[in-house]
């Protein structure tokens, strides 16, 4: 099986999890769920149905720029999908190919990943806020004096152990007494799966130290991607993905942690040729990010990376019209 073959597996058997705690029609089984207020502005009135996606997710949107599923599994369940082999176990035929390719970095690069970490940061002792397997970390040992990981899957942060030898705590954040303990953090693709993402972001504010700063990069709802193909966004199918952010809500959250923040912008367009001709000419067969070639053959090869390049050089100009319009949102604070 080939990559894309395993990913749309794993995309299936995702899906076909959160059935098993919807009812026949659809909408959210009770027993497993509970409401929830907007995370964060805490309103829970005037809220607006935004989009339902066949995976099973229900945002809502509230005024404060927020978006989020509600109701969402129960606080137990939501943590177990993360932590427990009987929830997480289905990824795990996708992961293996990922943990056998995992190897400690020779050398230091410059990646858009973590630019204005890099930035904003005086260096010394980072964390990695929700590391999964530690690679994003090792990568950036280079710059650090000392990097630890947080991943509160223990499997994957063992993987992390024992391939990069970083400490890597698998513990919540509640759970550890880490006041005045790190420089930076990095919180990478990780917000967009909590249930309480302000009491997270207050914890990390007592763990720096004077001067530190806290970079995070969430997928954004407003980007020109999320514009075009709306629920069918990988960003927003993802069941573990349960808020959806832009620089206002984001922006509001740190503030109200404790934070102040320095810098914001949005990358990536996400949205390669191929998957918008698949979106706009097989739509029922749709998976984002994850569609074979429309169609065989040299030509159409030819077309999808003309596309693709020439898309390549305009979105950065789009950037500097529409700061918005990346799919991921980037910013970082200071504590
Ligand atoms: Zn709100």
Same mark, same amino acid.
């Given at each position: ?14 899906? /076909?999890?959160? /059935? ?5 029609? &659809? ?56 932590? #427990? ?12 190919? #990922? ?14 990943? $973590?630019?204005?970490? !890099?930035?904003?940061?005086? +260096? ?9 397997? &530690?690679?994003?970390? %090792? ?9 630890? &990981? ?5 499997? +994957?942060?063992?993987?992390? +152990? ?11 954040? =509640?759970?550890?007494?880490?006041? =005045? ?22 914890? @990390? ?5 004077? /001067?530190?700063?806290? $970079? ?29 952010? *832009?620089?206002?809500?984001?922006? +509001? !959250? ?23 001709? *698949? $979106?706009?000419?097989?739509? *029922? ?7 074979? @070639?429309?169609? %065989?053959?040299?030509? $159409? ?35």
């Amino acid at each position: 099986m080939d990559r894309v073959e395993r990913l749309r597996k794993l995309q299936e058997e995702s899906r /076909q999890m959160r /059935q098993r705690f919807l009812l026949e029609d &659809g909408t959210p089984n009770p027993e497993y769920h509970t409401p929830r207020v907007c995370p964060v502005c805490n309103n829970e009135d005037s809220l607006t149905p935004w989009l339902t996606t066949d995976s099973g997710n229900r945002y809502v949107k509230c005024n404060c720029g927020m978006r989020f599923v509600t109701p969402t599994m129960t606080a137990n369940m939501q943590e177990g999908l993360y932590t #427990t082999r009987e929830t997480t176990g289905y990824k795990w035929d996708a992961w293996k190919h #990922t943990v056998e390719s995992l190897k400690p970095a020779t050398a230091p690069k410059h990646s858009q990943r $973590y630019e204005l970490l !890099l930035k904003h940061s005086h +260096r010394g002792k980072l964390l990695d806020f929700g590391c999964g397997f &530690g690679n994003l970390a %090792d990568e950036l040992k280079f710059f650090f004096d000392e990097v630890e &990981g947080l991943e509160i899957d223990p499997e +994957r942060a063992q993987v992390a +152990r024992d391939t990069f030898g970083i400490t890597v705590y698998d513990q919540k954040i =509640d759970d550890l007494d880490l006041k =005045d303990r790190f420089d930076a953090v990095i919180c990478y693709n990780a917000l967009e799966h909590f249930l309480e993402p302000l009491a997270a972001l207050t914890k @990390l504010h007592e763990a720096m130290r004077p /001067q530190g700063v806290v $970079y995070i990069e969430v997928p954004a709802w407003g980007s020109l991607s999320m514009k075009i193909l709306g629920g069918m966004h990988h960003v927003v199918r993802s069941i573990e993905h349960i808020n959806m952010f *832009n620089a206002w809500s984001l922006g +509001r !959250l740190f503030e109200k942690a404790g934070f102040q923040v320095l810098e914001w912008r949005t990358v990536k367009l996400d949205l390669s040729a191929n998957d918008f001709f *698949n $979106y706009e000419f097989k739509r *029922n067969e749709f998976v984002h990010r994850l569609n074979p @070639l429309l169609k %065989d053959g040299k030509s $159409y090869r030819f077309l999808c990376r003309a596309c693709d390049s020439v898309a390549a050089r305009l979105f950065p100009v789009l950037l500097k019209v529409w700061r918005g319009a990346g799919s991921y949102l980037q910013m970082v604070a200071s504590a």
